[in-house]
T-cell receptor, first 114, second 113 residues
Framework: GESVGLHLPTLSVQEGDNSIINCAYS??????FIWYKQESGKGPQFIID?????DKRQGQRVTVLLNKTVKHLSLQIAATQPGDSAVYFC?????????????FGSGTQLTVLP | EAQVTQNPRYLITVTGKKLTVTCSQN?????MSWYRQDPGLGLRQIYY???????DKGDVPEGYKVSRKEKRNFPLILESPSPNQTSLYFC????????????FGSGTRLTVV
């Protein structure tokens, strides 16, 4: 099957700076994408999602950008805080938002430096 | 509190000794799934279930069994564990129509020696 991957396995940023985490996907049929955050010792938690008919979606301090031309997804975290340190996964779903098999990327470890 | 509960959190076992990891959710979700997480490989789906008595294979089902006799429970069974099944396992549940409503359990770290 097709897979979702991440450009960088680790990312370190200074507290207060903005973070950008990237994700490449290969299934052109995927029309729904999700970012998850996984803190140490915990299961992944939903952060934000975006459908393929959008190119940008904003949440609280987070923004997801979708570039379908190059099959690229990014997560931007504004004013990164120590509590943002975690592993971030992108996931794609070809099912239009219904509960079907998600394909996850391998994750990026974000470390926030004091 | 809405949650997915996995047990045990940690388990060390020997090759060939049958084990079961339990998963229970209290949100009346139709969809439940098991994933394993390995370094560099991300989350890979083992089995999933759309509803009671309906289960399907995911990407890596070999060596695992599941059952869905009740809506709230979705146990993962390893009939004859092997060292390559040493991993971190997550159970997740979701309503059928809202995939972003995935709620994950806290994980079970399994070591097979």
């Amino acid at each position: 099957g097709e897979s979702v991957g991440l450009h960088l396995p680790t990312l370190s940023v200074q507290e207060g700076d903005n973070s950008i985490i990237n994700c490449a996907y290969s299934n052109s049929a995927s029309d729904y994408f999700i970012w998850y955050k996984q803190e140490s010792g915990k299961g992944p938690q939903f952060i934000i999602d975006i459908r393929s008919n959008m190119d940008k979606r904003q949440g609280q301090r987070v923004t997801v950008l979708l570039n379908k031309t190059v099959k690229h997804l990014s997560l931007q975290i504004a004013a990164t805080q120590p509590g943002d340190s975690a592993v971030y996964f992108c996931a794609e779903n070809p099912g239009g938002g219904s509960a079907r098999q998600l394909t996850f990327g391998s994750g990026t470890q974000l470390t926030v430096l004091p | 509190e809405a949650q997915v509960t996995q047990n045990p959190r940690y388990l060390i076992t020997v090759t060939g000794k049958k084990l079961t990891v339990t998963c229970s959710q209290n949100m009346n979700h139709e969809y439940m799934s098991w994933y394993r997480q390995d370094p560099g490989l991300g989350l890979r789906q083992i089995y999933y279930s759309m509803n009671v008595e309906v289960t399907d294979k995911g990407d890596v089902p070999e060596g695992y069994k599941v059952s869905r006799k009740e809506k709230r429970n979705f146990p993962l069974i390893l009939e004859s564990p092997s060292p390559n099944q040493t991993s971190l396992y997550f159970c997740a549940s979701s309503p059928l129509d809202r995939v972003h409503g995935y709620t994950f359990g806290s994980g079970t770290r399994l070591t097979v020696v």
